[in-house]
């Protein structure tokens, strides 16, 4: 209930497949990394968006950080995080090259690449798996083959599938709500 008030993007761009995620589905997420004490240390939020994992994260009780290239998402995820009494270390920064020390636990719903192509997901697993200990992701369906490949010495240890509503926000979208298929993804790096 708190999350449903995270507000998204004011003017989404897709070159940067900026895809707030449900409420609902975030909180599924944070509470399951909860439940396996995956929150306890610093949580990471690569491509925070409006910032509603890494506020989410910090209202569990970590220690949050988002990181986001586009500085009009930034604003309003500290607009989001003042709003909702959460304590966030919002910074801008690239995810490719970004340096991030003392992170346990990264959280993250990555650019899927629909827009250039497969793959848009690379650079934020890499990064990923260089600074995290446990990950939690969401990607296209289908995708295990390349993440289980990709993240290696990582091991994906769970797979769980969810219905993403994906809502109006560019032009090609003909659909008020297009409910698309992914998988959220925990991988561990210990
Ligand atoms: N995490 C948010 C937003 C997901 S959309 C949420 O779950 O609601 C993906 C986000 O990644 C967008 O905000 C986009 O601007 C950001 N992004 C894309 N490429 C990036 C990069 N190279 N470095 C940092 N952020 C990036």
Do not use: W
Not at 43 to 57: F, Y
Not at 153 to 180: M, T
């Amino acid at each position: 209930m708190i999350l449903e008030r995270v507000e998204g993007f004011s003017a989404p761009d897709p070159r940067l497949e900026q895809y707030s995620t449900p409420a609902p589905i975030a909180s599924e997420i944070l509470y399951s990394a909860l439940m396996r004490g995956d929150l306890e240390g610093t949580v990471c939020d690569l491509g925070c968006g409006t910032g509603i994992l890494a506020i989410g994260a910090a209202i569990l009780g970590s220690r949050s950080v988002g990181v986001e290239l586009d500085p009009t998402a930034l604003k309003i995820a500290n607009e989001n995080a003042r709003r909702l009494g959460a304590t966030v270390g919002f910074v801008r920064g690239d995810v490719e090259s970004i340096a991030l020390k003392g992170v346990s636990t990264v959280v993250m719903n990555p650019p899927f690449g629909a827009q250039r192509g497969s793959g848009g997901d690379r650079a934020f697993l890499r990064k990923a798996t260089e600074i995290g200990e446990v990950i939690y992701s969401i990607h296209n369906a289908g995708s295990e083959g390349f993440i289980r490949r990709f993240v290696e010495p990582c091991k994906i240890e769970e797979v769980q599938r969810i219905a993403f509503p994906l809502k109006r926000s560019f032009k090609f979208h003909s659909k008020d709500v297009e409910i698309i298929e992914v998988e959220l993804y925990r991988i561990f790096c210990r």
